[in-house]
């Protein structure tokens, strides 16, 4: 996403390389002169995450201390889940991570989507997230094209970024309720009666990981007459048999963005991170 970044922004490419030995170990080399520049970093943490993590952490550090001024982009911000503490005795790695980034060296972070704008308060230099939802709206209507669409939010936690995909779609909304064990991780979805027979479903979620959530969500849609059931994310993160497990659970299409490369990352977001990026001041 860098290069299309770059070339959105009319923007020079830093002549840099991540080099990994055999045993694992990362090296970063730059070759530009960046003294005094504003550099733009652009690294997605995803699986897995916490190579992509130090990588990022390695070339902002080294940039810095060559005298760059560091931005860092990063479409998938891992760790963004642990945003607080769930459990006694647990930690919270987002507030870590955010001080691991100011220690390497970031001065900014755009993210997209992240996981809840609490887990930005735990930056101690500006941050923003950038919204993917306008440019997955675009993409469902013109390639997926719902019958009779009704948008669904499979919890409470991701029903504003859900409702404003509705509201941009101009479809209905409906709110699950969903809970998860914090121990086992099992999802389970609350029984109400759903307004869905014979339409099609939208489940919009921010992150599709093991397809859990959106299993259980459509499972739930199905049951009640749904006639389609399709899941949209804006981080696919698909681990393990997460795609075997929305197959089983009828989901026939599945949508998300390339802040996570993969087979479904349709969604271009390169354009709504540059629009950000320019409205940005040194
Ligand atoms: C959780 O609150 C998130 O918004 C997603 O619903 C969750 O991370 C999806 O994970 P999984 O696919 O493993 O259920």
Redesign the pocket.
Known sequence: MGRSIAEKLSLPLLGAEFRVFPDGESKFTVSDKVSGKNVLLVQSTYHPADHHLFQLLLASHHLSEEGAKITAVVPYLAYA?QDKQFLPGEGVTLGFVAHLMRSAGVRRLVTVDI??AEGLALFSFPTYSVSAIPSLVEYVRENVSPKDPVVIS??F??SKRTEAFAALYGAPFLQLA?T?DRVS?E?TVADSKLEVKGKDVVIV????????????AAEKVMSQGARRAIAV?VHG???GS?LDILEKASVKTVVCTNTVPGRFSQVDVSDAVASHLRTIED
Not at 205 to 215: F, L, V
């Open positions: 889940r996981h809840s499979p919890d936690g991701g969903k998860r991780g999802v979620d921010d992150i599709i990981s093991t397809g859990g959530t959106a299993r259980a994310c993160l698909f681990v997460a």
